[in-house]
């Protein structure tokens, strides 16, 4: 099976552009071996019949299973690994001395190999279990326990973009958990994406390695200049929070007397493979300029209401011509789902648009832009974030890698019901309003079947 071509057929939906949903109704997916669309039709295509005719006589055809629809595999712009034993916990202080209080702290025990290859098995495993099969990672400061991570998302499945966090500057950075040097930090990042390759022989890489100084204020003018300069030698990844918060946004302009994005811009650091998380206060300016370097947003909804008390005006950055996506940020956002970060991204536009103020009048209270869709904000969770990525995945194309989840409606803990009322948008509409991780029936990376840990559970 592992060399041979297989079609995948059923009910699929996916979203080309970001306010169209497209139905493919009983179509077949043919894959290659390399985890390759080779092509996509439904029943009056011309080689439809065909391709089933063949794979049906070589026993390479495969019905999704009953009552499931086949949807994108999602995609985390934004997750801390090292944070995955603090979800849920510890949200009661501002960034910065969330950071200091609790966050430093935990990151740092990723130096003992054990404790970072347990978490980081059970991170992954559960990740793919709620149909994240491209995530995003900032990993930590030391370069081992990043090798973990990756030989984790191979073992696993799990297509990755991971980073070895850099940060060196001592009038922010603990002691105990900081590069000891700008050179020593840009050593370590270079040496951590010689290692992600090594990891990989041939082919399309599932993993990938990014530059990752952690955000502005943890870095001298130094290494910034410096993983600038090794970004644009290697053509890698990069990524790093911009804007998030009041505090972040201030501190960049006392330091260096300019906005996040010019500063980033200026180290060399805003590439079309940069992933900004969170954004919240880019300028109208500042949006130009992402949008012409190329560089691309994670919104995170949920952890935004923590920590930058704001909402990113989504539609605006997408009419700037800025790619978007999403991202959980475990665990500043307290949920592991992308399929909730969705939800989270919905209601926060909606609340942002028309307001939050009883006091105010209605035209008042909002920013009176047009809120995100439950089909936008799907978009963003698949389509939306591999663009964002720079990685061939989020929807049902030829030459785009078959990443899948199939999405199981009616059992009695799926949270997602259908009737013969329903249209397929209406049934679309409610997978991704209503579809919890125990609907994830079968997970596909690279055209691989993943065996997850809650199918084992079950
Ligand atoms: N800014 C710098 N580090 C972090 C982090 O770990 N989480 C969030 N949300 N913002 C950050
Ligand atoms: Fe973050």
């Not at 793919?128 to 990993?139: D, E, H, I, P, S």
């Not at 050179?183 to 993993?207: C, H, M, N, W, Y």
């Amino acid at each position: 099976m592992e060399n041979s071509t297989r079609v995948i057929c059923g009910i699929a939906f996916h979203t080309l552009e970001r306010d169209v949903m497209t139905p493919l109704v009983d179509c077949a997916i043919a894959v290659d071996s390399a985890g390759t669309i080779q092509s996509v039709t439904t029943p009056g295509d011309k080689n439809h019949d065909g391709i089933l005719a063949r794979a049906e006589a070589d026993g390479t055809v495969f019905p999704v299973p009953e009552d499931c629809y086949l949807v994108p595999g999602l995609v985390d712009l934004h997750i801390h690994a090292p944070q995955w034993p603090q979800l849920g916990k510890a949200l009661d202080a501002p960034l910065e001395d969330w950071l200091l209080k609790y966050t430093f702290p935990l990151e740092a025990k990723f130096s003992d190999r054990d404790y970072a290859f347990e978490v980081y098995d059970d991170l992954v495993a559960t990740l793919l279990a709620q149909g994240t099969t491209t995530a995003v990672y900032f990993g930590s400061v030391d370069l081992e326990p990043n090798i973990i991570l990756a030989e984790a998302c191979l073992r696993h499945g799990q297509r990755a973009v991971i980073g070895k966090v850099a940060m060196d500057d001592p009038a922010t950075c603990p002691d105990y958990y900081r590069d000891p040097s700008a050179s020593d930090a840009i050593a370590q990042t270079r040496a951590f994406i010689d290692a992600v390759a090594a990891l990989q022989k041939g082919g399309e890489p599932l993993v990938h390695a990014a530059i990752t100084p952690r955000f502005v204020p943890s870095c001298t003018d130094d290494l910034l200049h410096g993983l600038g300069a090794l970004a644009q030698q290697t053509g890698a990844h990069v990524q790093t929070h911009c804007a998030e918060s009041d505090w972040e946004v201030a501190y960049v302009r006392d330091r260096l007397g300019k906005t996040d994005t010019e500063a980033l811009k200026d180290f060399g650091l805003l590439t079309d493979k940069t992933i900004l998380a969170h954004s919240n206060f880019v300028t109208r300016s500042d949006m130009s300029l992402l949008a012409k370097t190329g560089s691309s947003i994670a919104h995170c909804p949920l952890s935004n209401a923590y920590f930058a008390n704001a909402v990113l005006p989504v539609t605006r950055a997408l009419e700037h011509g800025i790619k978007v996506g999403l991202g959980t940020d475990i665990s500043g956002g307290f949920s592991p789902s992308l399929f909730d970060t969705a939800r989270y991204a919905l209601t926060a536009s909606r609340c942002a648009c028309a307001g939050t103020n009883p006091d105010q009048l209605a035209a008042e209270r909002g920013t009176n832009e047009t809120p995100l869709t439950t089909t936008e904000v799907f978009w963003l969770a698949t389509k939306g974030g591999g663009e964002a990525a720079a990685l061939p995945v989020g929807a049902f194309e030829k030459g785009m890698q078959f990443d899948a989840i199939a999405v199981q409606a009616g059992h009695a803990t799926s949270g997602f019901r259908c009737s013969d009322a329903d249209t397929m948008q209406d049934i679309f509409e409610k997978l991704v309003l209503n579809a919890n991780a125990a609907a994830i029936a079968k997970v596909w990376v690279a055209g691989e079947t993943i065996e997850t840990t809650s199918k084992q559970g079950r």
